[in-house]
């Protein structure tokens, strides 16, 4: 009989403690806990009542009223017996509860490991690996966008993704071991098959198998958007000198929010600040001008630049367009000439100084940027803002993805299963197309069906479950 467990958990910040207490002492727990505890017990239902075994001293932290749920095997969180207490005021008097409730004499009842609740959720099929791991999602997510896709995630879309996969896979992993058991002719004694019977299958395998593996690769595909909803978008804006970038800055983060570390002068210095644009986390990067880039004192402010934007998504290059390009502008152009145009924007800024620049002279130099016109004082920088915003709108190209309907991958773990499973499907895909034999091309078919099981968390080991609910806290 596994251990009753009893843990507090915190749902979240503002949101009352519980109790939690699961396994088949539960119920045995809660009529020795509440006085006057009635002889039928409802699950589901709600219970005030005195504590009897705690807080019997006036004094006490768990004196006076709590509540009881308890909730019957398996419509429970963790598929178990189930008992919840939660108790106004506190969380001194839910320890204190909780002490309780391991002094009762109880058999197998014991403080919970961190995540046991979850885990045994899991064990106990309530939920799948996936789900799991967007349980610490939800906690962790520092963005609104990684919180709605763990959300999603727990709802089970992209368990529910995979299954379908994984049972279109098991169809055709089905096909394949018909035709490794009955090739041709022996299917059916006596029964004359058309020529191409064995050729035609073949090749309808094939195609069942690249949909499966485009599925695949479109799920990988969705690692990017994992990665940006958690880390940001990384926009880093270079230029010259006196250019205009921390005016930028300031213009993208909307007035107000300039961090007062910066300042005109501020040479050397990267600054760092999050935003969000339509929802997506924008990492903006105001960097240091490139002028004397033989100037030892200037070196480590241009070492930053240069690590910067290597790291970049998005580079957005200002040019002051009243001055004449000049040495310094050339240095950063030359940066730029190696990137990839289709995440360069070109800011030719100080439009109301006069124009000695022209969005040709640019485009000539960084063919594929997006290049606008503009000035950043006064009203002219919101708008700025506003045409830069949708630029990178459209560079990202999310706005047609519903985060809530999609499944996006967050986790590595996952995203090497998948790329496992990518990998074993192509392998089956040539084999087959190179005429080999249908047993070794259905061996990687089944290590791909494998690998999508182990997304789910199905035939993982203990090493894998550790790290999963290693991260969990207590209570959950
Ligand atoms: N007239 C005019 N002045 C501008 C415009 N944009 C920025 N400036 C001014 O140009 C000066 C430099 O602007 P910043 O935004 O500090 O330029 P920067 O590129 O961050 O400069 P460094 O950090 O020194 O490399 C400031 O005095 C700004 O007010 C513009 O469109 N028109
Ligand atoms: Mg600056």
Redesign the pocket.
Known sequence: MPETIAAIFTPGEGIAAILRISGDASLEIMRKLMSGCPEEIEPGRVYDGKLSAAGQDPASEAAGEAVFLYLKAPASYTGEDMLEIQKQGSNDALEEILRAVLGLGIEGVREAEPGEFTKRAFLNGKIDLTQAEAVTDIREAGTEMSLAIAESQIEGHLGDTIREIRSTLLDILAEMAVDIDYPESEIYEGYEYPESFNEDSVSDIVNRLRWVHSDVADLIDTARIGRIARDGVRAVIA????????????ALLGEGQVPVTD?????GDTVEETTSMGGVPIVLV?T??L?NIDDETEKPGIERTILALARADIVIL?IDG?VKLDEEDRKILRFMENMNSDHLIAVI?????GRTITEDDVRSILPGATVIN????GS??EDAARRISEIIGGILDLGSIDIKETSIITNERQLKMLRNADMNLDEAISMLQNGEPMEAAELSAHYAYNALGTILGEEVGDEVLERVFGKFSLGM
């Open positions: 230029g010259k000198s006196n250019s205009g970038k921390s005016s930028l800055m300031k300042s005109a002068d501020s040479a105001d240091a001008g002028r200002v009243s800024n100080k439009e109301d100084l503009t000035s950043l004082v002219a920088a």
